[in-house]
């Protein structure tokens, strides 16, 4: 059984891109075919593309699973903590 990063490698490879690249791509090509082809609302294509429909998600729920640093500081907090 090949490992994680093994199967990365020989498939991107093979395919030329990672496996969540090709799925990605997958998907915005289903959305657009739907599009093209229906009226459905953008939130009905989403779902049916595997994306989850992004106005869904209260702001915070984003800031908890996105942030990769602190929240930045106000013009408060830094003006105290900046030497005059």
Same mark, same amino acid.
């Given at each position: ?11 991107r490879?093979? *395919?030329?891109? @990672?496996?969540?690249?090709? =799925? ?12 093209? !082809? &229906? ?6 294509? *989403?779902?049916? @593309?595997?994306?989850?429909? =992004? ?8 800031r908890?699973?996105?942030? !990769? &640093? ?9 003006? @105290?903590?900046?030497?005059?």
């Amino acid at each position: 059984m090949a490992s994680h990063r093994g199967f990365d490698r020989r498939y991107r490879a093979t *395919a030329g891109c @990672s496996p969540l690249q090709w =799925l990605l791509h997958q998907r915005v090509l289903r959305a657009q075919q739907i599009l093209a !082809t &229906t009226t459905l609302p953008i939130d009905t294509v *989403a779902r049916a @593309s595997g994306f989850t429909p =992004l106005r869904r998600r209260p702001p915070q729920s984003y800031r908890t699973t996105f942030r !990769t &640093t602190e929240p930045a500081k106000s013009a408060r907090q830094m003006a @105290s903590i900046i030497p005059r």
